[in-house]
């Protein structure tokens, strides 16, 4: 088989490239081991507001509305619906608090995502003496819609594989890239976390950092909107709902753990009682960098190979944006940011 792409790993990352590919009629191929995929486990929540100190998350001016676009036109092609436009708010919790919303409205980048009022919120559990900031432009993907949709038609158009990807069997030619019977122009790597068991790239520091959610059921929230205090209430419909996440850089196993259920339910205990039931525990790692930024770009000795990863606690904005500067690289050899190109670790 012939083809102009390989692309390793079907999560965010992985997608949003595919889904290039296809807007600009390439062909290519997706391998993905589906193991540990942190894009299946993730809130999906997008948001461009930093909601500790209300400041503008990195770039979110620019990709906001590009993933809106983009998440908007998949669920066109697809026809599903996975992107759901149900506002974060914020809890305020003290007068200070308040204060800096207010003053974050007046900031140029920020202030065009911030309500210019609070909202009541009157709660039999909940104590909200300062009110509810609501962000524009917030929602939330349903990740496992879009993934598995997202895969479904990948399936019906010959162009995945469900397998591991044995970087020993890549053969590095002059022009092209062979890999067992396929020969491709380029190969992407998105493989998330994965990238350590990549010969070629992990010498890149990607840290990791695990984060765990909590479905729980409650009949008390009762609330159709993003509530975001020291955790996110997500709600799911009915009376269930996601809860966390945890963040942590020492344990790095996949598997949900006792200290991120019990950190998730003291929040819980606090906020409501013990009106909830929990019903699941999700776990998953986020490919971090410690500069935070993405790794976007080439192998420094093999310019066919790249590499699309470090998206970190926000793949769902990043990744889009970070696929549309990595394909324009490729095809047209436009220059990627110094903040982001993995040459900055060379
Ligand atoms: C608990 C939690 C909550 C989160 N909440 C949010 C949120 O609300 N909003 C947000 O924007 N982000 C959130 N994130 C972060 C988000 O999940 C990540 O930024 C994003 O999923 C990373 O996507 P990725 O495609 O790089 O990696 P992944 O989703 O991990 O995908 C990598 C894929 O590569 C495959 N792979 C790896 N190696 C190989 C190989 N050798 N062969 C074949 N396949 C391979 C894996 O099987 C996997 O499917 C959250 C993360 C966690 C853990």
Not at 54 to 83: M, R, V
Not at 251 to 256: A, E, G, N, R
Not at 268 to 282: S, W
Request: hydrophobic fraction near 40%; charged fraction near 25%.
């Amino acid at each position: 088989m012939q083809t102009d792409y390989i692309i390793v790993g079907c999560g965010l990352a992985g997608l949003s490239f595919a889904q290039i590919l296809k807007q600009k009629q390439k062909s290519f191929v997706v391998i993905d081991n589906n193991q540990n995929k942190a894009s299946l486990v993730a809130g999906g929540l997008y948001n461009p507001v930093m909601l500790k100190r209300f400041t503008l998350a990195w770039l979110a001016d620019k990709q906001i509305p590009l993933a809106e676009q983009f998440y908007a036109e998949i669920e066109k092609e697809l026809q599903i619906s996975f992107d759901e436009k149900k506002p974060v708010r914020r809890l305020i919790h003290s007068a200070e608090e308040q204060n800096n919303w207010f003053q974050a409205l007046d900031k140029p980048k920020v202030g065009q995502f911030l309500s210019d009022e609070l909202i009541e919120f009157n709660h039999d559990q909940i104590t909200c003496e300062y009110g509810l900031g609501e962000v524009h432009n917030s929602g939330r993907l349903k990740t496992q819609t879009l993934i598995s949709g997202f895969i479904k038609n990948l399936e019906a158009h010959d162009r995945y594989l469900d397998q591991s990807f044995d970087h020993d069997q890549m053969i590095i030619e002059q022009d092209v890239i062979s890999y067992k019977n396929i020969t491709a122009k380029n190969i992407v790597f998105c493989e998330g976390f994965g990238m350590l068991k990549n010969p070629f790239f992990n010498y890149l520091p990607l840290a990791g950092n695990k984060g765990e959610l909590l479905l729980i059921e409650t009949s008390v929230l009762n609330i159709d909107f993003i509530l975001k205090s020291n955790m996110f209430f997500i709600p799911l419909g009915g009376q269930h709902y996601l809860v966390g996440a945890t963040y942590n850089r020492e344990d790095l196993s996949p598997k949900p753990s006792e200290k991120g259920k019990s950190e998730i339910e003291k929040f819980l205990k606090r906020m409501l009682g013990d009106d909830y039931k929990v019903i699941e525990q999700r776990a998953g790692i986020r490919p971090t960098v410690k500069d935070r930024r993405p790794l976007v770009g080439t192998h420094p000795k093999h310019p066919k190979l790249a590499l699309l990863n470090g998206m970190g606690s926000r793949g769902v904005l990043i990744a889009p944006y970070t696929a549309q500067i990595l394909f324009d690289h490729l095809e047209f050899g436009k220059v990627i940011p110094e903040e982001m190109n993995l040459k900055r670790f060379n």
